[in-house]
């Protein structure tokens, strides 16, 4: 009878700890019933990020010696180091530079628009204030440029010359003075 006695206690025994782990089990089942069980997409978390990115397209100039390189153009705060919005160039010798054909400055763009940026460029003629008829006609090399669209990096317009020019006949006839000036102007024709 002893080990009668023994083997009911044993199994009095494993029905109790039995009887506690279904305790535990319900219990535990039921506090991740609440919450998701561990890993589960009810236990994931989010955070949805949304933000935009303003629009921008520079463009600026630098004078008849300077062209800008490949780290002038990886921001806009690098462009807007790099270049200025205003140059003045001043004939070494006199206006018998321009016949043929005087580089004047260089334009440069960025642009981080999905479109191209267009560039009109007008020139002024030559004139004094010595007096008042006299004009001298100017051409330009290029008289529009564009500023690529982006395309997964920024759209760039690097180191266009911008070339001035006069008749020898134009200059020929024009009253002496040492005040003649003249203005190239750019302006964006296309908007984003």
């Known amino acids: 009878m002893h080990k009668g006695t023994a083997l009911k206690r044993m199994n009095k025994m494993k029905k109790k700890t039995i009887a506690i782990l279904l305790v535990l089990v319900i219990g535990m ?8 069980a561990p890993g589960s997409a009810a236990e994931a978390k989010k ?9 921008f397209a520079a463009f600026g100039l630098t004078d008849f010696e300077t062209t800008l390189v490949a780290s002038d153009f ?12 205003e140059v003045t160039f ?9 016949v043929g054909g005087t580089p004047v400055g ?3 763009g960025i642009n981080n ?11 002024t ?3 004094t204030v010595d007096d008042a008829g006299a004009s001298i006609p100017l051409t330009l090399n290029i008289t529009e440029a564009t500023i690529l669209a982006t395309d997964g990096t920024l759209g ?9 020019s006069a008749t020898a006949a134009d200059i020929d006839l024009a009253p002496a003075s040492e005040n003649y000036e003249a203005t190239v102007t750019i302006t964006v024709t296309t908007e984003a």
Do not use: K, R, W
């Open 47 to 55: 955070i949805n990020l949304n933000t935009n990115i303003s629009a």
């Open 106 to 108: 260089y334009l440069h």
């Open 125 to 127: 003629p030559f004139t």
């Open 156 to 164: 760039t317009l690097q180191n266009q010359q911008i070339i001035v």
């Open 90 to 98: 001043t004939t070494v010798d006199d206006m018998y530079d321009f």
């Open 113 to 123: 628009n999905i479109i191209d940026i267009d560039l009109g460029i007008a020139i």
């Open 74 to 85: 990886i921001s806009l705060s690098a462009f807007n180091t790099a270049t200025v919005d």
């Open 29 to 36: 089942a039921g506090v991740f019933a609440a919450n998701g």
